[in-house]
């Protein structure tokens, strides 16, 4: 209220006169360009917020699409990941059908060897043999048997011997 006392009141008058005139001054010259910019702003800022709602979307729809890659990702992942345990699988039981087919072949091949080393030593053991008889006869006859003939007569005794077994 001091305040007032020190204002007359044609001031006040004057005061109020101006600021009417201001008002109208402005409303006159500036107030449709204010209210041009305020509307422009408006409209500004209602279009940065659709735009991010619009890119709110767009990254959500970005993110399944992502999200769905990665599954089809994972999914072809995990089936290459089969696809190299069945070759494995595969590549081990070829190498497994190899070894045994190489060990039969070696199998068959000792067998072979056997039979043959065999044979041999059973030729060497029959002439051993008909050696001895040889020197057996010379020693009970008392004569040298040396012929081809008295050679062929104990290999002759040695296959009926093995006929008989």
Request: hydrophobic share 50%; proline share 0%.
């Amino acid at each position: 209220m001091g305040f007032l006392k020190l204002l007359s009141s044609g001031e006040i008058i004057a005061q109020i006169i101006n600021f009417l005139v201001l008002v109208f001054v402005l409303r006159a010259l500036a107030w449709k360009k204010i209210i041009k910019f305020l509307d422009d702003r408006r409209l500004r800022i209602t279009q940065q917020i659709e735009e991010v709602e619009k890119l709110k979307l767009e990254s959500a729809a970005l993110k399944a699409r992502f999200d769905a890659q990665l599954k089809n990702m994972e999914a072809i992942a995990a089936r290459k990941r089969e696809e190299a345990v069945a070759e494995a699988n595969a590549a081990a039981e070829a190498i497994k059908k190899e070894a045994h087919q190489e060990a039969a072949r070696m199998m068959a091949q000792a067998q072979s060897n056997v039979r043959y080393e065999a044979a041999r030593i059973k030729n060497e053991l029959k002439d051993e043999i008909v050696d001895m008889v040889m020197q057996v006869t010379e020693a009970v006859v008392g004569q040298k048997m040396n012929s081809e003939e008295d050679r062929r007569l104990a290999e002759d005794f040695l296959k009926d011997l093995d006929k008989v077994k």
